[in-house]
């Protein structure tokens, strides 16, 4: 197995270099830069801007900019904001990951909690009317966009219970301890429901498909000639199976929540990597931009090792040495 990690993770090499070249061909792509954004002063000069832009090196060719941008990421370095003034790009980067990162793993684990369940169930009891319903429901929750869903728990949820703030990510500066944690927690309960919604309801179509389909297999047959009880084969047979193709959604799902919290993030004000995007795009921060995109492209690399390596995990029967 240690191997197979060693040979994986320097196939990322080339593959990153390779999101470099795209990711700087899309941001060089766009039109404008930071300089001719819809907030500039009209009044300053031209040349003053030309002086600003000669500094910041945006004037130069396109290949110096890249390899300046490159050989600045590779130790690490991913530059300036041009957006704000005097602040690196991690430091944006590190002072919104971690609330992204929150998001994200309630996200997933409220898919996980309750996809997983309301699938084996619904699998187990075929063509019943909970089944009907969790069809119903998982149908609803992949044709219902993010944005519509968030907008809908902030008038429901927020503005008619009053159960849960409708943005940000604190209540109030100061708060320490115990207190702290509730009031993340109350935040995170919206953005964190919307974002795993669509996700739940694929979760759920997954595994109920594999379970009903490897419920016809000759092993389970086979197991349940043996005569074990319906639990063991559902538990011990059934479901290690199953859990196969749910590990391989999971290897991208990660960097695909990361990505998906753009939108989320955006309408409750949440101040994550997602906001901190749109914000750049916005702005024409390209820094940002690059490093940002830079970073979810690295999360769905990583996920997708890590699920080759709980594929081995769950079914021993794979083996990549």
Same mark, same amino acid.
């Given at each position: 197995?240690?191997?197979?990690?060693?040979?994986?993770?320097?196939?990322?090499?080339?593959?990153?270099?390779? +999101?470099?070249?795209?990711? $700087?061909?899309? &941001? *060089?792509?766009?039109?404008?830069?930071?300089?001719?954004?819809?907030?500039?002063?009209?009044?300053? !000069?031209?040349?003053?801007?030309?002086?600003?832009?000669?500094?910041?090196?945006?004037?130069?060719?396109?290949?110096?900019?890249? /390899?300046? /941008?490159?050989?600045? +990421?590779?130790?690490?370095?991913?530059?300036?904001?041009?957006?704000?003034?005097?602040?690196? +790009?991690?430091?944006?980067?590190?002072?919104?990951?971690?609330?992204?990162?929150?998001?994200?793993?309630?996200? #997933?684990?409220?898919? #996980?909690?309750?996809?997983?369940?309301?699938?084996?169930?619904?699998?187990? *009891?075929?063509?019943?009317?909970?089944?009907?319903?969790?069809?119903?429901?998982?149908? @609803?929750?992949?044709?219902?966009?993010?944005?519509?869903?968030?907008?809908? &728990?902030? /008038? @429901?949820?927020?503005?008619? $219970?009053? /159960?849960?703030?409708?943005?940000?990510?604190?209540?109030?500066?100061?708060?320490? =301890?115990?207190?702290? $944690?509730?009031?993340?927690?109350?935040?995170?309960?919206?953005?964190?429901?919307? #974002?795993? %919604?669509?996700?739940? &309801?694929?979760?759920?179509?997954?595994?109920?498909?594999?379970?009903?389909?490897?419920? =016809?297999?000759?092993?389970?047959?086979?197991?349940?000639?043996?005569?074990?009880?319906?639990?063991?084969?559902?538990?011990?047979?059934?479901?290690?199976?199953?859990?196969?193709?749910?590990?391989?959604?999971?290897?991208?799902?990660?960097? %695909?929540?990361?990505?998906?919290?753009?939108?989320?993030?955006?309408?409750?004000?949440? !101040? =994550? %990597?997602?906001?901190?995007?749109?914000?750049?795009?916005?702005?024409?921060?390209? !820094?940002?931009?690059?490093?940002?995109?830079?970073? @979810?492209?690295?999360?769905?690399?990583?996920?997708?090792? #890590?699920?080759?390596?709980?594929? &081995? +995990?769950?079914?021993?029967?794979?083996?990549?040495?």
């Amino acid at each position: 197995m240690h191997r197979y990690i060693i040979r994986r993770t320097l196939q990322f090499i080339p593959m990153l270099f390779l +999101v470099t070249v795209v990711v $700087f061909a899309l &941001a *060089k792509a766009a039109p404008g830069d930071v300089l001719s954004g819809e907030m500039l002063d009209p009044n300053i !000069p031209h040349e003053v801007l030309e002086q600003r832009r000669d500094a910041l090196g945006l004037n130069d060719p396109l290949p110096v900019q890249y /390899w300046s /941008w490159l050989s600045s +990421v590779a130790t690490g370095d991913f530059g300036n904001s041009m957006q704000y003034t005097g602040r690196s +790009v991690m430091d944006l980067i590190q002072s919104r990951i971690m609330n992204t990162f929150y998001l994200s793993m309630f996200a #997933l684990g409220v898919t #996980l909690a309750i996809a997983i369940p309301i699938g084996i169930y619904s699998a187990t *009891k075929k063509y019943s009317l909970f089944d009907y319903g969790a069809t119903t429901f998982a149908f @609803l929750g992949l044709a219902t966009p993010n944005f519509f869903a968030a907008l809908l &728990a902030i /008038w @429901l949820l927020s503005f008619q $219970f009053g /159960w849960f703030p409708a943005q940000g990510s604190t209540s109030a500066i100061g708060l320490t =301890g115990f207190e702290l $944690f509730i009031d993340k927690l109350r935040h995170l309960v919206l953005p964190g429901f919307t #974002l795993g %919604l669509a996700s739940t &309801a694929m979760y759920m179509r997954y595994m109920r498909t594999e379970i009903l389909e490897i419920k =016809g297999s000759d092993f389970i047959r086979t197991a349940q000639a043996k005569g074990l009880t319906n639990n063991s084969v559902l538990y011990k047979h059934t479901l290690r199976n199953a859990l196969i193709p749910i590990i391989t959604l999971l290897g991208v799902e990660f960097g %695909l929540l990361l990505s998906g919290a753009v939108i989320t993030e955006n309408v409750f004000n949440y !101040p =994550g %990597l997602g906001t901190l995007f749109l914000n750049s795009i916005q702005n024409r921060d390209y !820094p940002v931009i690059m490093a940002i995109n830079l970073i @979810l492209a690295v999360t769905i690399l990583v996920g997708n090792l #890590l699920a080759d390596i709980f594929y &081995a +995990v769950v079914d021993p029967r794979i083996r990549y040495d």
